[in-house]
């Protein structure tokens, strides 16, 4: 099996208590922990203003336990990507900023999609997961 | 000025031919500029004894609507087949299992219905850590 490590750390001085928080964890498939995300598509990409892009092409199998990493990259702080599902916004990355969340393509209006806003976003992205129906030719 | 960084790092030797090495560091900053986050509930962890049902974690209309909020979680379970469930709204996002976790950006949009962001626990007892960085 593919064994791909995920791991965070946070620190902050917003408190008075200095916080630093790491979580590290092995991308399993969905309720296994012998058998590790074996798939992955890892592109980079610029988004034009304007239009509603889905960033993912195919559809993965749905409920399972896929992840998906996106980072803006662009460096003026005024540029941000929204990010929405079905239409449903839920959240921007500003220049900088990245995500990495778990990904459910519950249905074919569950893909993500993202919206360039400012200017043109340079934006990577990688979704690792158990599987895709891709499209027949 | 506080300071928050988030570092990530996604590594994996056999997932391709080539080395997985995968590292950035972002500063979290409010929308549009380059002041840093001001905001956050702080680390906390909750545990879900009534087990399979919606909660919402954080309400939309509580905070500052299409901002530069991020939430973090973390799944502190460590039964593989457990999982919650998190939506936006009623938008299932997706599922983070027993040790995962997650940054998430979040609009706390409330132009149509409100953004509020859910948890659903597959199981009784499941614990979740949870933190919202707010830009308000």
Redesign the interface.
């Known amino acids: 099996m593919a064994t791909t490590t995920a791991a965070v750390t946070l620190t902050s001085d917003l408190l008075s208590d200095n916080m630093s928080v790491s979580a590290s964890t092995t991308c399993m498939k969905a309720g296994t922990t012998a058998d590790g995300l074996d798939q992955i598509e890892y592109g980079y990409v610029e988004v034009a203003t304007g239009d509603e892009y889905d960033l993912i092409a195919t559809t993965p199998t749905a409920a399972k336990a896929s992840k998906l990493f996106v980072k803006n990259h662009s460096i003026d702080e005024t540029y941000y990507i929204a990010i929405t599902q079905n239409s449903q916004a839920i959240g921007r990355l500003y220049a900088g900023d990245w995500m990495f969340i778990p990904a459910d393509f519950h249905d074919a209006a569950a893909d993500i999609a993202i919206t360039s806003n400012g200017g043109t976003n340079k934006v990577e992205y990688a979704l690792f997961h158990e599987g895709t129906a891709l499209t027949t030719t | 000025m506080?300071?928050?960084?988030?570092?990530?790092?996604?590594?994996?030797?056999?997932?391709?031919s080539d080395e997985?090495a995968?590292s950035?560091t972002?500063?979290?900053?409010s929308?549009?500029?380059?002041t840093g986050?001001?905001?956050?509930n702080?680390?906390a962890r909750k545990t879900v004894a009534g087990g399979h049902a919606q909660y919402t974690l954080f309400a939309a209309a509580s905070h500052t609507d299409?901002?530069?909020?991020?939430v973090?979680l973390?799944n502190m379970s460590t039964t593989?087949?457990e999982?919650f469930?998190?939506s936006?709204?009623?938008?299932?996002?997706?599922?983070?299992?027993a040790?995962?976790?997650?940054?998430?950006?979040?609009?706390a949009?409330t132009?149509g219905?409100d953004?509020d962001f859910k948890i659903d626990p597959s199981a009784n007892d499941m614990t979740l850590e949870y933190?919202l960085?707010t830009d308000e």
């Open positions: 506080a300071t928050t960084t988030a570092t990530l790092t996604i590594s994996s030797t056999d997932l391709l997985l995968l950035t972002a500063t979290l900053t929308a549009g500029n380059s986050l001001t905001g956050t702080g680390l299409d901002k530069a909020h991020k973090y973390k593989a087949a999982f469930l998190i936006i709204h009623d938008v299932e996002v997706g599922r983070i299992y040790g995962d976790w997650a940054l998430i950006p979040w609009s949009d132009t219905d953004a933190m960085f």
